[in-house]
């Protein structure tokens, strides 16, 4: 889910929301949602036998690609690395 979501669900605006996040954790609510994405990828690739395309989907990434390389991006390996390297 996009930011804007959130700032939606907490009747307030996107602009704000960050600005509270910043002063409070030094994160925008970008990073935070990326980290909370991730620690569940993570957790699935790991406790799970689910394939990448089905935790991709189960975590609402459209395309199986964008997934890999948002984990990727962050994590500097794929996910079938992870998961190798877990296991």
Known sequence: MPASFYAEKLKVSTQKMNQ???????????????????IEAKRL????????SEIA???????????????????KETPEQFRKRFK
């Open 20 to 38: 509270h996040t910043r002063q409070f954790l030094n994160k925008t609510v970008t990073e935070l949602i990326n980290e909370k994405l991730l």
């Open 45 to 52: 690739l790991a406790y799970s036998d689910k394939s990448v």
């Open 57 to 75: 989907y189960e975590m609402n990434f459209n395309d199986n690609s964008y997934f890999n390389k948002f984990f990727k991006r962050i994590e």
